[in-house]
């Protein structure tokens, strides 16, 4: 069934955006990440004008983190303290991203900016989450093997200390807050919600036990793409509802039954396939900046509106 | 003298009157739709354009009257990026700004499109692809302006905006005509001009114009207007749609599981 995008301006076929949506579902409920690292660059890829997938993709990780995170308040594996601290962060970073997004936009860098961004960013993380939880996973075959000891390094060292109640944490708010001005900025620049950068910091830098992470970063990434949608829906308007409904409806659903699969699996498995897709995500990316495009013009709307 | 001129004048006007309703064919058109309604389920729209060549006298006996359709979306300005091998990765680099491009344009005629129109009425009439296109606003750093015009044409083309469509107006007794044009499904809004151009031997004898209206409508119309006019509701409101969603799916996940 084909439908009309009223702000897009194309025409896509329903049941894709439903299946699309439910399969990123799944994931962002497996993994604690919003699903946009992998929805925007296949909106892209189904005839989305980019600025509208990345507008429109901030307001359905709304849906679908609000889904997910739900199901973690019941298990009570969110720590809202430390949601908040790497909220005030994420609202700043949002607005310097989408001031940054607006410039480059004008110089018809954008495309580059955000590919640039996804393969530093996705390269880097899943990397070493790849590299870390197969160590993980290598030691705990091991029978009687170490506990995972957690690192004291720099981030104990700076001030503003205070008590995260529900992590276990003891720590100054500065990483946070540095965390969630980092994952404000991608948020807005890329269209994620910047789960797949926010987990890892969370398990790295902060060291925060891995059963709190996923609902806490679900937490603070509704706040912040909800911030990041009225940004894009009142400068750019670019937020196409239809489009977002019809992929939340898959996505909400998705969300629920990959929050129970992830329920099942070991924290460590879970890791490294996030990992591995990361990397994967990473990889195509790559592949296209480096090969020669088969198109090297593109079109642009002139005068940068 | 004075009573001469007028006279003169008379048989002038009337010499002229008479020759060009000699001469004179003159299109009378139909179309299917003069409006094109975008709704929910829009999928693309044919629009059958049909007519007959209204005249005097009888067909002239020259070259054989061949007919030219063009539908033309609203025009605006495109800037026009290309891509460069940087640092080992491409990036955009040079860009032009292209004054004016339609957003859709066909073109459909009843042979071969050098046949039916020669190149001096094309230049005049603007009714190729490449004609319609208005650009020369390049930089003078760049040399080869054109390729990036002919860039639009063909980007254009693969998304099926823009279209060349020999042969496929059909003329019957060089009276009555007819042809279909399809129109995909990411048009934009606005005023489609439509041009029917009559043509002998590749000149133009007659040309006519009318245009159809592209709109969205109910929902599409609302949600768009919202969105361009109350761009903070507009917001608001797809927030709590995501809440509302969100919420709605983990509440019935959860009664599932209870039972």
Redesign the interface.
């Given at each position: 069934?084909?439908?009309?995008l009223?702000?897009a301006?194309?025409?896509v076929n329903a049941f894709l955006l439903l299946g699309l949506g439910g399969m990123v579902g799944i994931l962002s409920g497996m993994f604690g990440v919003g699903g946009g690292f992998l929805m925007t660059p296949l909106l892209f890829f189904i005839?989305i004008p980019p600025a509208v997938a990345v507008a429109t993709e901030a307001?359905?990780i709304?849906?679908?983190?609000?889904?997910?995170v739900?199901?973690h308040f019941?298990r009570r594996t969110v720590d809202i303290k430390m949601g908040l601290v790497l909220q005030a962060g994420g609202l700043i970073g949002a607005a310097l991203g989408v001031v940054v997004f607006n410039h480059l936009k004008q110089l018809?860098?954008v495309?580059?900016l955000v590919k640039l961004c996804y393969v530093v960013f996705l390269g880097v993380v899943g990397g070493l989450m790849f590299v870390e939880s197969l160590n993980a996973l290598r030691k705990s075959r091991k029978p009687g093997g170490a506990p995972v000891r957690r690192q004291r390094g720099w981030v104990h060292a700076l001030p503003f200390k205070m008590r995260f109640r529900t992590s276990g944490l003891y720590i100054s708010v500065i990483p946070p807050i540095m965390v969630g001005v980092a994952v404000g900025i991608l948020a807005a620049i890329m269209g994620v919600g910047g789960g797949f950068i926010m987990v890892p910091a969370m398990i790295y830098i902060l060291g925060m036990p891995t059963k709190v992470v996923v609902g806490t970063s679900l937490f603070q990434i509704i706040l912040v793409t909800?911030f990041t949608?009225?940004l894009h829906?009142?400068t750019n308007?670019t937020?196409d509802?239809?489009l977002?409904?019809l992929l939340?409806?898959g996505g909400?659903?998705g969300?629920?039954i990959g929050t129970r699969i992830g329920t099942y699996l070991k924290a460590e498995q879970l890791r490294i396939l996030l990992a591995i897709m990361v990397l994967a995500v990473c990889g195509k990316l790559g592949l296209d900046?480096?090969?020669?495009?088969d198109?090297?013009?593109?079109?642009?709307?002139?005068?940068g509106h | 003298m004075r009573r001469l001129l007028p006279l003169l004048l008379c048989t002038l006007f009337g010499a002229t009157a008479l020759s060009a309703a000699d001469a004179r064919e003159e299109v009378v058109l139909g179309l299917s739709q003069n409006r094109v309604a975008i709704t929910a389920d829009f999928d693309g729209s044919e629009i059958l354009v049909f007519g007959a060549v209204k005249r005097e006298t009888p067909i002239p006996d020259s070259a054989p009257l061949e007919v030219v359709v063009t539908v033309s979306g609203p025009s605006s300005p495109v800037t026009v990026r290309r891509k460069e091998k940087k640092l080992g990765i491409w990036v955009n680099a040079d860009s032009v700004l292209v004054d004016s491009a339609p957003s859709f344009y066909a073109v459909a005629t009843s042979g071969p499109f050098d046949a039916v129109l020669s190149d001096t009425e094309d230049l005049r009439h603007r009714v190729s692809v490449e004609r319609a296109i208005r650009s020369v606003g390049a930089a003078m750093n760049i040399r080869d302006a054109q390729e990036f015009a002919d860039a639009v044409v063909r980007i254009r083309q693969d998304e099926g905006l823009y279209s060349l469509r020999p042969e496929t107006v059909s003329v019957d007794q060089q009276t009555l005509f007819r042809t279909a044009i399809d129109m995909p499904a990411n048009l934009t809004e606005g005023a489609y001009t439509t041009r029917v151009l009559l043509t002998r031997g590749g000149e133009v004898v007659s040309t006519y114009e009318t245009e159809i209206d592209v709109r969205k409508v109910g929902l599409e119309r609302f949600l768009y207007a919202l969105s361009r006019e109350q761009p903070f509701i507009y917001g608001i409101m797809s927030l709590v749609i995501a809440v509302l969603a969100g919420w709605g799916a983990s509440a019935a996940f959860q009664l599932l599981r209870e039972r």
């Amino acid at each position: 069934m084909q439908i009309y995008l009223p702000i897009a301006e194309v025409s896509v076929n329903a049941f894709l955006l439903l299946g699309l949506g439910g399969m990123v579902g799944i994931l962002s409920g497996m993994f604690g990440v919003g699903g946009g690292f992998l929805m925007t660059p296949l909106l892209f890829f189904i005839g989305i004008p980019p600025a509208v997938a990345v507008a429109t993709e901030a307001n359905q990780i709304v849906a679908s983190s609000f889904s997910g995170v739900l199901a973690h308040f019941r298990r009570r594996t969110v720590d809202i303290k430390m949601g908040l601290v790497l909220q005030a962060g994420g609202l700043i970073g949002a607005a310097l991203g989408v001031v940054v997004f607006n410039h480059l936009k004008q110089l018809g860098q954008v495309d580059l900016l955000v590919k640039l961004c996804y393969v530093v960013f996705l390269g880097v993380v899943g990397g070493l989450m790849f590299v870390e939880s197969l160590n993980a996973l290598r030691k705990s075959r091991k029978p009687g093997g170490a506990p995972v000891r957690r690192q004291r390094g720099w981030v104990h060292a700076l001030p503003f200390k205070m008590r995260f109640r529900t992590s276990g944490l003891y720590i100054s708010v500065i990483p946070p807050i540095m965390v969630g001005v980092a994952v404000g900025i991608l948020a807005a620049i890329m269209g994620v919600g910047g789960g797949f950068i926010m987990v890892p910091a969370m398990i790295y830098i902060l060291g925060m036990p891995t059963k709190v992470v996923v609902g806490t970063s679900l937490f603070q990434i509704i706040l912040v793409t909800g911030f990041t949608t009225m940004l894009h829906a009142t400068t750019n308007y670019t937020v196409d509802i239809v489009l977002a409904v019809l992929l939340l409806v898959g996505g909400v659903i998705g969300a629920q039954i990959g929050t129970r699969i992830g329920t099942y699996l070991k924290a460590e498995q879970l890791r490294i396939l996030l990992a591995i897709m990361v990397l994967a995500v990473c990889g195509k990316l790559g592949l296209d900046l480096l090969i020669m495009p088969d198109e090297l013009f593109s079109l642009g709307v002139a005068g940068g509106h | 003298m004075r009573r001469l001129l007028p006279l003169l004048l008379c048989t002038l006007f009337g010499a002229t009157a008479l020759s060009a309703a000699d001469a004179r064919e003159e299109v009378v058109l139909g179309l299917s739709q003069n409006r094109v309604a975008i709704t929910a389920d829009f999928d693309g729209s044919e629009i059958l354009v049909f007519g007959a060549v209204k005249r005097e006298t009888p067909i002239p006996d020259s070259a054989p009257l061949e007919v030219v359709v063009t539908v033309s979306g609203p025009s605006s300005p495109v800037t026009v990026r290309r891509k460069e091998k940087k640092l080992g990765i491409w990036v955009n680099a040079d860009s032009v700004l292209v004054d004016s491009a339609p957003s859709f344009y066909a073109v459909a005629t009843s042979g071969p499109f050098d046949a039916v129109l020669s190149d001096t009425e094309d230049l005049r009439h603007r009714v190729s692809v490449e004609r319609a296109i208005r650009s020369v606003g390049a930089a003078m750093n760049i040399r080869d302006a054109q390729e990036f015009a002919d860039a639009v044409v063909r980007i254009r083309q693969d998304e099926g905006l823009y279209s060349l469509r020999p042969e496929t107006v059909s003329v019957d007794q060089q009276t009555l005509f007819r042809t279909a044009i399809d129109m995909p499904a990411n048009l934009t809004e606005g005023a489609y001009t439509t041009r029917v151009l009559l043509t002998r031997g590749g000149e133009v004898v007659s040309t006519y114009e009318t245009e159809i209206d592209v709109r969205k409508v109910g929902l599409e119309r609302f949600l768009y207007a919202l969105s361009r006019e109350q761009p903070f509701i507009y917001g608001i409101m797809s927030l709590v749609i995501a809440v509302l969603a969100g919420w709605g799916a983990s509440a019935a996940f959860q009664l599932l599981r209870e039972r």
